[in-house]
């Protein structure tokens, strides 16, 4: 049951990740802005459904370390991306120069997968299973919302 749960999150964070480097999010705000918001809403649903302060805290911080992760690998894709313009503008690159490219974009989502799988992992420890159950209500409101937006493009 653990294991369905790690992975569903570690989908959870793929999908999100294309989603928002993919510019996905809604014209009126920018995808900074709407990872923003679902992480604000993440952090108040906690602070909501679990009782203990201090675990609440600590899974909030566990959160927090997921947010950082996923700045730092969209940040990182975006400037795969942008290496790709500049290597498919020459043109006398070469088919290695988009492979190490390509290579290190999805390096990039391996590493935040396996991130978000270590962090699930330490918020199955924190939380209850009653939260889990609470929290992946609107987990899976975020999910459905993601892949809403990826049949979009």
């Known amino acids: 049951m653990h294991t369905l749960l790690i992975r569903s999150i570690a989908l959870s964070a793929v999908l999100a990740l294309l989603m928002v480097s993919a510019g996905c999010a809604s014209r009126d705000k920018s995808p900074e802005q709407e990872q923003d918001e679902a ?11 679990v009782d203990d302060p201090a675990r609440a805290d600590e899974a909030i911080e566990l ?11 969209r940040l990182n894709i975006q400037q795969g991306k ?8 020459d043109y006398d690159s070469e088919r290695a120069d988009f492979d190490r490219e390509f290579g290190a974009i ?13 962090i699930g992992s330490q918020l199955q420890t924190v939380l209850t299973d009653d939260e889990r159950k609470e929290l992946n209500k609107v987990r899976n409101k975020y999910l459905e919302s993601a892949v809403r937006s990826l049949r979009a493009l």
């Open 82 to 89: 942008t290496n790709i313009r500049v290597i498919n503008a």
């Open 39 to 49: 992480f604000a809403d993440i952090k108040a649903e906690i602070r909501a459904t």
């Open 63 to 73: 959160v927090t370390e997921m947010e950082q992760s996923f700045d730092q690998g």
């Open 106 to 118: 999805r390096g990039e989502i391996n590493r935040v997968n396996m991130d978000f799988l270590r």
